[in-house]
């Protein structure tokens, strides 16, 4: 079983940029899909990011393509997200989440698909 804890979240003005780490503990991290998730006040959760166990297959929301990279240690146990050029609408609470089909070839990008998440990490962009 894999535990998520999402960390490098914070406060940073528009045109900044922020790292999210997250560090997974448990076995089956090498052979995990992981997912990058974000919900601002008021809205629904929505999918940032995803990336496959091999790294090999790797999927973007549109609104953060360009910006958003995110990447996966599987010695470090875990899996990261690189924000460029921030914009005010990227401020919400942003969530690792872990598909535990183990070594699926499909990437999931729907939230229902990802079994176990972190508690969440703040990211606030100002203008």
């Known amino acids: 079983q894999v535990q998520l804890v999402e960390s490098g979240g914070g406060l940073v003005q528009a045109g900044g940029s922020l790292r999210l780490s997250c560090a997974a503990s448990?076995?089956?991290?090498?052979?995990?899909?992981m997912g990058w998730f974000r919900q601002a006040p008021g809205k629904d959760r929505v999918f940032v990011a995803a990336i496959r166990w091999d790294s090999v297959r790797i999927d973007y929301a549109d609104s953060v393509k360009g910006r958003f990279t995110i990447s996966r240690d599987n010695v470090k146990n875990a899996v990261y997200l690189q924000m460029n050029s921030l914009k005010p609408e990227d401020t919400a609470v942003y969530y690792c989440?872990?598909?535990?089909?183990?070594?699926?070839?499909?990437?999931?990008?729907?939230?229902?698909?990802?079994?176990?998440w972190g508690q969440g990490t703040q990211v606030t962009v100002s203008s």
């Open positions: 448990g076995r089956a991290f090498s052979g995990t899909n």
């Open positions: 989440a872990a598909d535990i089909s183990p070594w699926s070839m499909v990437l999931q990008t729907d939230e229902g698909a990802y079994e176990i």
